[in-house]
């Protein structure tokens, strides 16, 4: 029995139908592996910054072990806030265009810390001839006393990374 | 005109007075920014301060009392018009002077609370109802 031409007509709409399921269900699949791979790109890119945001912490919480438990000299001070001052920021830059995070969150760790610890009589007198030195006890206390306020900072700014969403 | 605080004062920065160090915000002011802003001011120059360069920071102290003090000196309206602190690799260094130093000195030029000096210095410019004059202006040396 041969097929007449409304019948290869009908066969060719149904192979045409078949044809266009089959491209949209594989773009469909191509979609959702897009989105699947960009969302795991995303949370990879989230997971790569909170942990520069915990190294930063670390360089800060380094820091505040020197000055409090060994002798340094004005220079050294100076520099290492300044190393880690410089990462800090840069990291926020990034940050700020990738999350929104305001670039001001360390702030307080960048200056105020600062001149805690160069505004004190110890550091003062060491200052001339850069010579080693020990901070005392009460200096001591207030460096302690503005990591423990601070220290949540960095737990902020991981929360602006991972609550993108919700701003 | 461009000044570059590193390459062209010091490349180890004190803190604020000249009582505890050579290289003091104090001296920096006395030294080279009252007379180079002069120079920018007589002739509508903007001063591009530059922050960025060397191995050692600054200090909050530094930045406060040299910036500071010209303010005190210009007023903030003339400071602001004029200077252009650049400060890239440690921008911090900007929200520093913007929240604190300016409004805290600009404070102390309506209340007529000079600077503590520890040494003494040459005579240096200040505007006085619109015009510069040139003076030394505080003579008492501080103990701090």
């Not at chain 1, 009460?138 to 302690?144: K, M, P, S, Y």
């Not at chain 2, 000196?73 to 018009?81: P, Q």
């Not at chain 2, 210095?121 to 008492?140: A, C, D, F, M, Q």
Request: hydrophobic share 35%.
């Amino acid at each position: 029995m041969s097929l007449t031409p409304s019948d290869w007509l009908s066969v060719s709409g149904l192979a045409l139908s078949a044809m266009a399921m089959v491209v949209s269900a594989m773009v469909a699949i191509w979609i959702v592996d897009k989105l699947q791979r960009s969302l795991e790109n995303r949370q990879q890119l989230k997971d790569h910054f909170s942990k520069e945001v915990l190294v930063v912490r670390e360089q800060y919480r380094e820091l505040v072990r020197n000055m409090t438990g060994s002798t340094q000299t004005p220079r050294q001070i100076r520099s290492s806030f300044k190393t880690t001052g410089i990462y800090a920021s840069d990291l926020l830059q990034l940050l700020h265009t990738q999350f929104g995070t305001p670039v001001d969150m360390l702030i307080p760790f960048q200056t105020e810390l600062l001149g805690i610890a160069t505004d004190c009589e110890e550091y003062n007198n060491a200052s001339r001839h850069n010579r080693k030195f020990k901070y005392r006890k009460t200096t001591i206390a207030q460096i302690i006393e503005f990591e423990k306020s601070h220290d949540k900072l960095f737990n902020n700014i991981l929360m602006t990374i991972y609550n993108e969403n919700e701003r | 005109m461009e000044f570059n605080i590193h390459r062209d004062y010091s490349e180890d920065t004190g803190i604020r007075h000249s009582k505890y160090s050579e290289t003091s915000g104090e001296d920096f002011y006395h030294e080279k920014l009252n007379d180079i802003f002069y120079k920018c001011y007589t002739e509508g120059e903007i001063l591009h301060l530059v922050l960025d360069g060397g191995d050692d920071g600054y200090t909050p102290s530094f930045l406060d009392e040299s910036i500071g003090n010209l303010v005190y000196d210009f007023t903030l309206e003339v400071v602001r018009n004029l200077l252009d602190v650049v400060s890239t690799w440690e921008p911090y260094w900007l929200t520093l002077l913007e929240n604190k130093t300016y409004p805290k000195w600009e404070k102390r030029r309506e209340m007529g609370e000079q600077a503590k000096i520890t040494k003494v210095h040459g005579p240096w410019y200040r505007l006085v109802n619109g015009h510069v004059e040139k003076s030394v202006w505080i003579t008492e040396v501080s103990s701090v």
